[in-house]
């Protein structure tokens, strides 16, 4: 059930900042980084954050292959594929993410929030539109592992539930005409 | 919360005197009555874990037996989660009180329905008292150097090495290791500037532990060309902005910052 301990891979990610003035009197900030391996001991300076990327991209591809390493070719190939499309994109999408934290932390973080909320609103939103009631998210946003078990078997019902009531509706509604 | 000088002097009696002592700094080791826990004593893995994983949670509150789970025992759930839990429970009860009397309460694990926290007030925790101690430090900074001084150096003798290193693959230590590392680091950094004019040789032995613990920490060049200039060694002074310069330029492709070279202009001009 649980997941594999060889499937996890973490990372320790530090940032100094360095604010000075350079000689011609300009402020300047520097970021000093130093990305670690949890599970392998390696560990990586960067000034850039694309270092960072690739340094997780290779622990995570050495992962991948690790675990694709009882596969057939061909499903290797399409594995890889894949991973390499995700990280196509992270390695686009996450420097520019972190810069703009660094730039505007604040808004970066209310975006990100606004973002959450919306996600959140939408899921609601279309599980009211199902069930014809309303539903609080907040409720359950804390919830347990088992609470959370318990919900997605009720989703689970009610989408039968519903299923059935489809059905029944059709058939009606063909005996009708 | 306020520090005072009896905080410090409170501190320092446990460490002599508690009847538990817990060391999670440099190596795990537990002592009671002043004498070391074996491992057999902690028997199987599972029930060091758990307790270590409960040090490492000290400042939240209780954990729920899913949070346990979830955190360190991936593979264990449902009943067999219980089981484990319960002789995980019973193995951490019998080294913390040994001699407890059937039908009593525990007194430092603590459990509610399903979950658990350590109480560790009546303990000697290495890595607790190393951060009080800090504190203790920064809170009378200003106003009171030489308790500043004392703190810093009861905390820094805690720290013989990182967090909980037998756990080094286990990532739900790796983020207490980082903060407290970072911790020691800047504390080194900022006992070494206080010792700077009164005591430049200790100074300077402290910005060599720093360099030992992270290697690019440029506070920690910059503070050691100063204490060897002070003690009027000009050459090694010279020697540590070199490998300064070669470090930053090695590990990030950059130079030392402006405020480390205007040490290095004085040092050569004076």
Redesign the interface.
């Known amino acids: 059930?649980?997941?594999k301990?060889d499937d996890?891979v973490?990372f320790?990610l530090?940032f100094t900042q360095?604010i000075?003035?350079?000689?011609s009197g300009e402020q300047n900030v520097?970021w000093?980084g130093?990305i670690?391996h949890?599970?392998?001991?390696d560990e990586k300076?960067?000034?850039e954050f694309e270092d960072a990327v690739t340094f997780m991209q290779e622990k995570l591809a050495d992962l991948t292959i690790q675990g694709i390493e009882d596969k057939s070719p061909k499903e290797q190939k399409g594995i890889l594929a894949k991973n390499f499309e995700l990280w196509k994109k992270m390695t686009v999408d996450s420097p520019k993410l972190v810069l703009d934290a660094l730039k505007d932390p604040k808004k970066q973080l209310s975006q990100v929030q606004a973002q959450v909320s919306q996600i959140g609103d939408n899921i609601t939103q279309r599980i009211e539109d199902r069930l014809g009631q309303r539903l609080d998210i907040d409720e359950w946003r804390a919830s347990?592992?088992?609470d959370h078990k318990q919900l997605v078997e009720k989703m689970d019902e009610l989408t039968k539930q519903l299923a059935d009531l489809t059905k029944t509706v059709k058939k009606l509604s063909g005996k009708k005409k | 919360m306020s520090l005072t000088t009896n905080d410090f002097d409170k501190l320092v009696h446990l460490k002599e005197h508690a009847l538990i002592s817990i060391e999670t700094l440099g190596q795990f080791q537990m002592t009671r009555e002043s004498a070391p826990v074996s491992n057999k004593e902690w028997g199987r893995d599972r029930t060091l874990q758990l307790f270590q994983f409960l040090l490492t949670s000290r400042n939240r509150r209780a954990l729920?037996k899913?949070q346990i789970a979830?955190r360190i025992w991936?593979?264990?759930?449902g009943k067999s989660l219980d089981q484990t839990l319960k002789v995980a429970v019973h193995g951490i009860n019998k080294v913390l009180e040994p001699n407890r009397q059937k039908r009593t309460d525990p007194k430092y694990l603590i459990r509610q329905g399903a979950t658990y926290r350590l109480d560790i007030n009546d303990l000697f925790l290495d890595v607790d008292a190393f951060e009080t101690f800090i504190a203790i430090g920064n809170q009378h900074l200003t106003e009171d150097t030489t308790l500043s001084i004392a703190s810093y150096q009861e905390a820094l003798q805690l720290y013989n090495g990182v967090f909980l290193p037998e756990r080094?693959?286990?990532?739900w230590t790796?983020?207490e290791?980082?903060r407290l590392q970072?911790m020691a680091l800047n504390t080194i950094v900022e006992l070494s500037e206080l010792l700077l004019e009164t005591n430049p040789a200790e100074s300077i032995r402290l910005c060599q532990q720093a360099l030992q613990i992270?290697h690019?920490w440029?506070e920690a060049y910059r503070i050691q060309m100063h204490g060897y200039f002070l003690k009027g060694n000009r050459p090694m002074a010279l020697k540590t902005f070199k490998k300064c310069e070669e470090v930053l330029e090695e590990?990030?492709?950059?130079s030392p910052?402006?405020?480390t070279k205007v040490v290095l202009k004085m040092i050569k001009e004076k």
Request: aromatic share 8%; charged share 45%; glycine share 4%.
């Open positions: 059930m649980a997941k301990k996890t973490s320790v530090r360095k000075y003035e350079t000689e520097q000093r130093n670690k949890v599970q392998g001991e300076r960067f000034a347990s592992k088992s | 729920h899913e979830d991936e593979d264990v759930a080094m693959y286990d990532d790796s983020s290791r980082e970072l992270d690019c440029e590990e990030f492709g950059i910052l402006p405020e």
